[in-house]
């Protein structure tokens, strides 16, 4: 199945408020699927939680009735329904992704010269999750620990805000604002989080 057959889904890379706030303009990068005008979309993570419809939608200053996968565009919808939008959110079909605060990834560390440092339980990153950045708690298994800089290793991850993911979603994550390495999300923890 290719990225636009799959059910849309959009990070929210910017947001823009027009006529007093009664429209809201998300703006960002069509991941996967299709949006038509009409369309409703569910706002996901970081606390939205909204089914929201499409009034319109903008690419390259004009308006269409469509976008797919790999599109850099500007979705208009009701400023009343959507609360606080931000970055870092998503919008998606309606049940196509849920928000999570718990996970198991598989991560790669940097060298030591890149940023990375030692990973033991208890440390706190900065996680990099599609336009999400949230701090995070790493809990290491109980037989390892320490994870070293150019290492490899499976941790659990309790992130400080619910954000959306899916199982196979990269990410990368940092520590005192130095890159300290990258992952893959491989279990989903806990129930999804509204």
């Known amino acids: 199945m290719n990225a636009a057959e799959k059910p849309f889904l959009m990070c929210v890379e910017d947001v823009f408020h027009r006529n007093q706030g009664r429209v809201v303009m ?5 991941e996967r699927g299709r949006v038509r005008k009409g369309d409703e979309v569910r706002l996901v ?11 319109d939608i903008e690419a390259d200053h004009r308006h ?9 565009v500007g979705l ?3 400023g009343a329904a959507t609360g606080a939008v ?3 959110q998503v919008l998606a079909a309606p049940g196509s992704i849920h928000a999570h605060i718990g996970f198991e990834a598989d991560i790669a560390l940097l060298s030591e ?13 900065q996680f990099h999750l599609l336009a999400a950045g949230v701090s995070g708690v790493v809990t290491l298994p109980r037989e390892t620990d320490v994870l070293r ?7 659990t991850v309790r992130l400080e805000q619910p954000v959306a993911l899916e199982e196979g979603r990269s990410f990368a994550f940092r520590h005192r604002n130095r890159a300290a390495g990258s992952g893959v999300v491989t279990r989903l923890l806990g129930s999804a989080v509204s």
């Open 45 to 55: 993570g970081l606390g939205g939680d909204a089914i929201v419809p499409v009034r």
């Open 149 to 155: 800089p150019l290492h490899k290793g499976v941790v």
């Open 86 to 88: 931000e970055r870092g």
């Open 76 to 78: 208009l919808l009701p």
């Open 64 to 72: 269409i009735d469509e976008a797919s996968a790999g599109m850099n």
């Open 113 to 125: 010269e890149q940023g990375a440092t030692e990973v033991r339980t208890g440390e706190r990153f």
């Open 26 to 30: 998300v703006a960002g990068r069509v």
